[in-house]
């Protein structure tokens, strides 16, 4: 059953978004409510902590791999779903979804190479990029109407140049929440063919999206040069800091070339509690899914409502996935000092600024509201009490 609130526990957290030495560093305030950190505040599915529980009790931890029963239980998962027909053969298992992006940001490209991102979006993309020596190149995303749309014309020429090898997709997209639709990817491919560009896929969001929007995956769609990143428990379950990463490909030749490169260094196995816990995920854990979406919808809706009511001034975009989301304050005429200020001292929120995504303008934050309702409710009635003593 899904839970808003923790068992009572005496034992102390090291959770990120409350450590105070961050939130002084970033925000310049320990006081604060944090939504900047896309995980959720809800308890996990009992069935997976029952799984961990059970490991425990053995008091033995020896050699234990199962990644056949856990491949079997993430395709079974996406077939009903998605009806995405995933074969359980052709996974690679990788620490994590950002090790899964590095990984293949050095197998499928060299340094020098352009990797194109469409901006805003998650900064981990960059930082992976430039790391790896490559070349960050932008396809910003435009705004028609108060959606984001991919601009098509900007990601043929981006192609057309020849510097680009690699295109890293977020689908759902963090963190303007869109959920491209099958048109919109299978045109994006269309043009990848045309100029053999290899698409990676991120969708780790993947199972979080609401009604009026459906998800596709990119391995659906036939396109023999891509990748895909899917089956991570990590924003469906609240595993995040257990989570492996899975990475999908029916490309024979693809597949095996990140698995040599995952096996020659060692990373191509989960630790019995990672495994344990996701394939109790994947198994037992939709009921306890199925209402964590409808009430993650529901705050949602709250949000969209209450901001178009309330708040005016500050545009919302509606999204169609993942727990974010996406605001521009720009209404509020406030330098980007004045509008930290805002946020953070006076209306007490740790929001993700929108600089960090490749967004130039500073207006721009994310929210993550996988959180309760009564707890967000307060935050924003604070925010725009603020708003009306300081505007």
């Not at 310049?28 to 902590?49: N, Q, R, V």
């Not at 856990?70 to 979804?97: R, T």
């Not at 990475?247 to 990140?258: P, Q, T």
């Amino acid at each position: 059953m899904f839970r808003t609130s923790p068992s009572s526990s005496d034992i102390d957290d090291k959770f990120v978004k409350r450590d105070s030495d961050m939130l002084s560093q970033i925000y310049g305030s320990e006081e604060l409510t944090p939504y900047w950190i896309a995980d959720m505040d809800f308890p996990i599915a009992s069935a997976i902590s029952q799984a961990m529980q059970q490991l425990v009790s053995r008091e033995s931890y020896s050699y234990e791999f199962d990644s056949k029963t856990l491949f079997k239980a993430i395709s079974k998962w996406n077939k009903e779903l998605h009806g995405l027909e995933l074969d359980a053969e052709h996974f690679v298992q990788v620490p994590g979804v950002l090790s899964a992006i590095a990984l293949l940001i050095r197998d499928f490209s060299n340094e020098g190479d352009g990797v194109l991102i469409q901006t805003p979006v998650y900064h981990q993309f960059r930082r992976l990029i430039v790391s790896a020596g490559r070349k960050v190149v932008s396809n910003t995303l435009s705004i028609d109407d108060d959606r984001y749309l991919i601009d098509f014309e900007d990601f043929e020429r981006q192609l057309k140049n020849g510097s680009v090898k690699m295109v890293l997709l977020c689908n759902p997209h963090n963190p303007v929440g869109r959920v491209w639709t099958k048109a919109e990817l299978q045109k994006m491919v269309d043009i990848a063919r045309q100029y053999q560009v290899l698409i990676i896929s991120d969708e780790i969001h993947a199972d979080i999206v609401f009604e009026g929007a459906s998800f596709t995956s990119i391995a659906s769609l036939n396109y023999e040069n891509s990748l895909t990143i899917i089956g991570s428990p990590a924003k469906n379950f609240g595993l995040n800091s257990i989570s492996n990463g899975y990475i999908y490909s029916d490309n024979e030749a693809l597949r095996e070339k990140i698995k040599a490169t995952s096996n020659s260094l060692a990373l191509d196995h989960g630790n019995a509690f990672t495994t344990a816990a996701s394939i109790a995920a994947y198994q037992h854990g939709k009921p306890w899914f199925e209402e964590f979406l409808a009430y993650t919808q529901n705050v949602r809706n709250w949000i969209v409502d209450f901001m178009a009511n309330e708040l005016r001034q500050v545009k919302t975009f509606k999204p169609e996935g993942t727990n974010q989301i996406w605001f521009d304050f720009s209404g509020l005429e406030l330098d980007s000092s004045q509008l930290k200020f805002l946020l953070t001292q006076q209306a007490k929120l740790a929001l993700t600024p929108g600089t960090w995504f490749g967004e130039t303008n500073e207006n721009y934050y994310r929210m993550n509201f996988a959180a309760p309702l009564e707890q967000i409710q307060a935050s924003l009635q604070l925010l725009k009490s603020s708003i009306e003593k300081t505007v």
